[in-house]
């Protein structure tokens, strides 16, 4: 999967909030990506019948530390989305201007 191009012709406030906005929302596609693939690992480790109670709380560890990082990512995206959500509300009340 190729990534994705965001491109503004003409660099205005509206533009670049919506920027943002598509970012968050990339960011957040990956997210549910990794998180289905976190799943995947669980099931497939307990599926797997030469598995013992070591592997499976190994597994289960690894899925922890990945959660526990997408966490601090989602607080992130959080105060971001914060900060553009004013500006995307001023760009609402404006007249429309030509696409980004």
Known sequence: MSMPKIECEHIETCCAAASLLQSIALEETAISHILNAEGEKIQKVLTLH????????????????????ITDLETILKAKLDLIVP????CDKKPPKPEC
């Not at 109670?53 to 289960?60: C, G, T, W």
């Not at 500006?87 to 001023?90: T, V």
């Open 50 to 69: 030469n598995c013992d109670s070591k592997d499976i709380l190994e597994v289960n560890k690894s899925v922890q530390d990945t959660i526990d990082k």
């Open 87 to 90: 500006i995307l509300d001023e």
